[in-house]
């Protein structure tokens, strides 16, 4: 199982930034899917996930309005479209999959794609 994040990179305070997810190894229109992320110093906090079809999304309080997830399941890709980013963006941002809709820890994770947000 492959999960590679990547889209990461340094924008200013209202800018946009689009994470890529690319997957192998699993049956991606099996899973759930998920984004998460870290800042320096806290924990890793749930940002968004989209269920198998793409039918629903769930999107924490802190980015909604702002952040916004797709999938392909052809491509067996996931997508965060991230706008009027804000410097508290800033943070390390994972992708993850799961079978289930909600997990709160994923099965499957790839490694981070770093976003930082300049006042």
């Known amino acids: 199982v492959q999960l590679q994040a990547s889209g990461g990179g340094l924008v200013q305070a209202g800018g946009s930034l689009r994470l890529s997810c690319a997957t192998s190894g699993f049956t991606f229109s099996n899973y759930a899917m998920y984004w998460f992320r870290q800042a320096p110093g806290k924990e890793r906090e749930f940002v968004a996930c989209?269920?198998?079809?793409?039918?629903?999304?769930y999107i924490a309080d802190s980015v909604k309005g702002r952040f916004t997830l797709s999938r392909d399941n052809g491509k067996k890709t996931v997508n965060l479209q991230m706008n009027s980013l804000k410097p508290e963006d800033t943070a390390v941002y994972f992708c993850?999959?799961?079978?289930?809709?909600?997990?709160?820890?994923?099965?499957?994770w790839g490694q981070g794609t770093l976003v930082t947000v300049s006042s």
């Open positions: 993850a999959a799961d079978q289930n809709l909600q997990a709160r820890k994923p099965n499957y």
């Open positions: 989209i269920s198998w079809t793409g039918s629903s999304t």
